[in-house]
């Protein structure tokens, strides 16, 4: 049984940093590309960061660029995004997500598997 669960969120002020994790389980993590999307009250859910199954190709959204990391160690099935400079407009439900690609892709509905979620808060 495949299993991603995300964990990191909560609450912070504005120019704070928040570290989400999201940790695999039942499957070969290596084998898939992975994706950081994010989703605020009545909006689409959007791609955040992705990052290739080596960790060697990473991309972001313009919207994050310079603010957020995406990394990955394939040893402990995880990977990660570091949030810097957090805005109030980074509110949203965080989630994983993984694609049986090398590449990782922007489409959110291209993933095969996806984490239950985690809430973050940025307090202006």
């Known amino acids: 049984q495949v299993q991603l669960v995300e964990s990191g969120g909560g609450l912070v002020q504005a120019g704070g940093s928040l570290r989400l994790s999201c940790a695999a389980s039942?499957?070969?993590?290596?084998?898939?590309?992975m994706g950081w999307f994010r989703q605020a009250p009545g909006k689409e859910r959007e791609f955040v960061a992705g990052i290739s199954r080596s960790g060697g190709s990473i991309y972001y959204a313009d919207t994050v660029k310079g603010r957020f990391t995406i990394s990955r160690v394939n040893a402990k099935r995880t990977v990660y995004l570091q949030m810097n400079s957090l805005k109030p407009e980074d509110t949203a439900v965080y989630y994983c997500a993984a694609d049986l690609v090398t590449i990782p892709r922007r489409s959110w509905n291209e993933y095969d598997y996806w984490g239950q979620g985690t809430q973050v808060t940025v307090s202006s």
């Open positions: 039942g499957v070969t993590f290596s084998s898939y590309a």
